[in-house]
Structures are given as structure tokens and as C-alpha cells.
């Protein structure tokens, strides 16, 4: 069964501050996917990034990069110089493509940033 | 350009009532799917489904039917709400290119049930 933990349920932080979120996966495929989604206070979800289970590289997208690590099961987020638009919930999330069709959501973690 | 479209976005049930939660996507997605936010939960699968015609059961489904008669429609019915059914529903979908996609979200129906 697929699994997915964040354990930072809050953070705060002062803009301008680095931060990271960490998420660690759980699952038995060998091939899977993970996801990454921000929730601002307005409720909706917003896809971030997916990465597949055969692409170890990172990503940096602006101030967004990601930390792909197969060998702690980790895919951790990292946010640069943050900002108050950053505010969010953030969820990490995995699909397994071994037919079962399910995306499985971490329980968040709530990100504030105080100007 | 729609995406997913979820109605309505607020309700107010008494216990024991039914009624259907609508979403309907224009991308000609088979993989649909419902889900349940809770305070403190992340998101939580409650039933999917692959094409028309075929649904299955996620992580919370006691209390929830679906159907899925064509490609672009799957409601989410509850049958006799409870309190315990107080939350907010999200609605998604996707291809069955799998992972090589996203889930593309309704903006999300916040019940109440009282």
C-alpha cells in the first residue's frame, strides 16, 4: 500500500527566509509518481510539479526547486527567498501506475509567511 | 477552457437528507475520481472511476454512491448525510496516461451537514 508522510503539520517563517517541506513516500512499485499541490487560503488546488520514479534529477523552477531522492524515499520542497503569496497548504502526493489508479495525499503542511 | 467543474460550491444539509454533488470535465479524461478534505487529514479517496461504466471504491466510501454513465460526468451521491459527512469535496480528473499527467481539480464543494 502507498503511503505518504509529512510531518511538518505548520511552519512559519519570515519572508524573505528559505524553507523547506519535506515529504517521504512509501510504496512497493517500481515505477510511481509524485506530485506536489499548493492550497491557498482561496481552497483550490494547484499543481506544482509531478516527477516520475526513473528521473532522479532535481528541478528548480524560479524559487521553487525540488529534492528527489530515491534512496531516503524523500521528494522534499524547498521555497527560496519566500514570500506571503507563499502562504499556503502544500501536499506531496503519490500515484502508483501499477493499474491501481489511486493518487494518495499526504496530510499537508501548512506553510505561513509573516511579513 | 472549463477543466472540471463542480456544482454547487456550498451546501447545508439536515441529517438523514440525500443529494447529489455534480462534476462534469471537458477534457475527455477517463480517470475520475472524488475525494473528501478534512481538517488535519490531507485528502482522502473516496471513489473512482477508469471509463464509463466502471467505478471502485477508495480509502472512505461507506456512505457515498457513484455512477459514471458517460465520459464527462461522475456525481457523487450521498445517500442519508450525516454530520460525519461535513466536509470539503473535491472532484478530479485525468487521463490513464498515469503519472505522466496531473489531476486537474474542481474548485471544491464545501458541505455542511447539520
Known amino acids: 500500500a502507498q503511503k505518504v508522510t509529512q510531518a511538518q503539520t505548520e511552519i512559519s517563517v519570515v519572508e524573505k527566509e528559505d524553507v523547506t517541506l519535506d515529504c517521504v513516500y512509501e510504496?512497493?512499485?517500481?515505477?510511481?509518481?509524485l506530485f506536489w499541490y499548493k492550497q491557498p487560503p482561496s481552497g483550490e488546488l494547484v499543481f506544482l510539479i509531478r516527477?516520475?520514479?526513473?528521473?532522479?534529477q532535481n528541478e528548480i523552477s524560479g524559487r521553487y526547486s525540488w529534492n528527489f531522492q530515491k534512496s531516503t524515499s524523500s521528494f522534499n520542497f524547498t521555497i527560496t527567498a519566500s514570500q506571503v503569496v507563499d502562504s499556503a497548504v502544500y501536499f506531496c502526493?503519490?500515484?502508483?501506475?501499477?493499474?491501481?489508479?489511486?493518487?494518495?495525499f499526504g496530510k499537508g503542511t501548512k506553510l505561513s509567511v509573516i511579513p | 477552457n472549463a477543466g472540471v467543474t463542480q456544482t454547487p460550491k456550498f451546501q447545508v444539509l439536515k441529517t438523514g437528507q440525500s443529494m447529489t454533488l455534480q462534476c462534469a470535465q471537458d477534457?475527455?479524461?477517463?480517470?475520475m475520481s472524488w475525494y473528501r478534505q478534512d481538517p488535519g487529514m490531507g485528502l482522502r479517496l473516496i471513489h473512482y472511476?477508469?471509463?464509463?461504466?466502471?467505478?471502485d471504491q477508495g480509502e472512505v466510501p461507506n456512505g457515498y454512491n457513484v455512477s459514471r454513465s458517460t465520459t464527462e460526468d461522475f456525481p457523487l451521491r450521498l445517500l442519508s448525510a450525516a454530520p460525519s459527512q461535513t466536509s470539503v469535496y473535491f472532484c478530479?480528473?485525468?487521463?490513464?496516461?498515469?503519472?505522466?499527467?496531473?489531476?486537474?481539480f474542481g474548485q471544491g464543494t464545501r458541505l455542511t451537514v447539520v
Open positions: 478530479a480528473s485525468s487521463t490513464l496516461r498515469g503519472g505522466n499527467t496531473e489531476a486537474f
Open positions: 477534457m475527455n479524461h477517463e480517470y
Open positions: 516527477r516520475n520514479s526513473f528521473d532522479e
Open positions: 510504496t512497493r512499485d517500481t515505477t510511481y509518481y
Open positions: 502526493a503519490q500515484y502508483s501506475g501499477a493499474g491501481s489508479y489511486q493518487l494518495t
Open positions: 472511476s477508469v471509463g464509463a461504466g466502471i467505478t
